[in-house]
């Protein structure tokens, strides 16, 4: 996946495509998330930790699906 993601990167770059900013803001947060996140699972049962996430799932789901009608 990485391998396809820095080619891809680097055909949007060559033509411009690419917000450097942006993507260093989005990086610092994804590499602080997954840390934090890592954390949160180890202490969390596998039971509760798949409830979780359903519950993201399905409140991700309502807002892309509220977006849509806006």
Same mark, same amino acid.
């Given at each position: 996946?990485?391998?396809?993601?820095?080619?891809?990167? /680097?055909?949007?770059?060559?033509?411009?495509?690419?917000?450097?900013?942006?993507?260093?803001?989005?990086?610092?947060?994804?590499?602080?998330?997954?840390?934090?996140?890592?954390?949160?699972?180890?202490?969390?049962?596998?039971?509760?930790?798949?409830?979780?996430?359903?519950?993201?799932?399905?409140?991700?789901?309502?807002? #892309? #699906?509220? /977006?849509?009608?806006?």
């Amino acid at each position: 996946m990485a391998i396809t993601a820095l080619s891809s990167l /680097m055909g949007y770059a060559r033509v411009g495509n690419v917000d450097w900013q942006l993507g260093i803001l989005i990086t610092i947060g994804a590499l602080i998330a997954g840390v934090i996140g890592a954390r949160f699972a180890n202490k969390v049962s596998e039971a509760k930790l798949s409830k979780i996430v359903a519950v993201i799932f399905i409140l991700l789901g309502i807002l #892309m #699906m509220g /977006m849509r009608f806006l």
